[in-house]
């Protein structure tokens, strides 16, 4: 990975956007800094000028872990396209999702709450988001054994889900649905986007790093952790300055 904020970076970066350019965004630990309490989470005031700044410019979109409802919430900006769930919620021309996997998501927390040892499921909080169902641990008082305790029991899980761990918190996505890969393609196609950037921080938005298409310009936030992204930021804090630049970029069209 290369840095953003490095002569190569920039270079590629100017290179690339354009007047056709979709500019897609997670929103936990991308747009807005990781907090102890996921329900606190705000977006930096300089990072919400910026978007506000950026939608007014160009096509603009979040695709989150968080449901539709909930990030709408968090955000204080509209951009064009807001897709929920991990890319299976809120994405144009798809119908919304079928009752048959909310029933499977439903079914996979009937059967946690059986399968788990009371230590285990003390320390677990679901999140049951229609379509996907979230377990964080992060506040368990030994988030290790935990982790290994849901990890065991998901194993057992039917039908099996789509497992995408991230930090402190295990995913399970039904098989087959759309990721934010097949989401951000998509919204291209709606939006005649020919290109797209797009800049997340977790294991679920390697779904869009790992498409390694010359289209999109992949961007991570932090190190800490191997990525298929093409680029990377040091971390959240250079968010703000990165949408600065995208806005300077554009004006300069
Ligand atoms: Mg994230």
Redesign the pocket.
């Known amino acids: 990975m290369i840095e953003l904020f490095s002569d190569t970076g920039m270079a590629e970066i100017e290179r690339f956007v354009d007047a056709d350019t979709l500019f897609a965004f997670?929103?936990?630990?991308?747009l807005a800094p990781?907090v102890d309490d996921p329900t606190a989470i705000e977006l930096p005031g300089p990072v919400l000028r910026s978007l506000t700044t950026l939608s007014r410019l160009a096509v603009t979109a979040v695709i989150?872990?968080r449901s539709r409802n909930d990030a709408l919430a968090k955000l204080g900006f509209q951009p064009r396209y807001l897709v929920g769930n991990h890319g299976m919620e809120g994405l144009p021309g798809v119908a919304r999702p079928q009752q048959e996997l909310q029933g499977q998501v439903a079914g996979w927390h009937q059967q946690l709450n059986r399968l788990l040892a009371p230590q285990i499921l003390s320390g677990t909080i679901f999140e049951q988001k229609g379509c996907s169902l979230s377990l964080h641990y992060r506040h368990a008082s030994d988030p290790r054994l935990v982790h290994a305790g849901l990890l065991a029991a998901i194993e057992h899980l039917e039908p099996t889900p789509r497992r995408v761990g991230?930090?402190f918190v295990e995913n399970l996505l039904p098989q087959g649905a759309p990721h934010k890969g097949d989401a951000l393609l998509q919204l291209m196609a709606h939006s005649g986007c020919s290109k797209a950037l797009f800049v997340?921080?977790?294991e679920?938005?390697e779904d869009v790093f790992r498409l390694h298409d010359p289209r999109i310009f992949s961007i991570c936030?932090g190190t800490e952790r191997t990525s298929a992204a093409d680029f990377h930021l040091r971390d959240q804090a250079d968010m703000a300055r990165t949408l600065e630049h995208l806005i300077n970029l554009i004006r300069s069209l």
């Open positions: 997670d929103l936990d630990g991308t990781i989150t872990g991230g930090k997340g921080d977790d679920t938005d936030v």
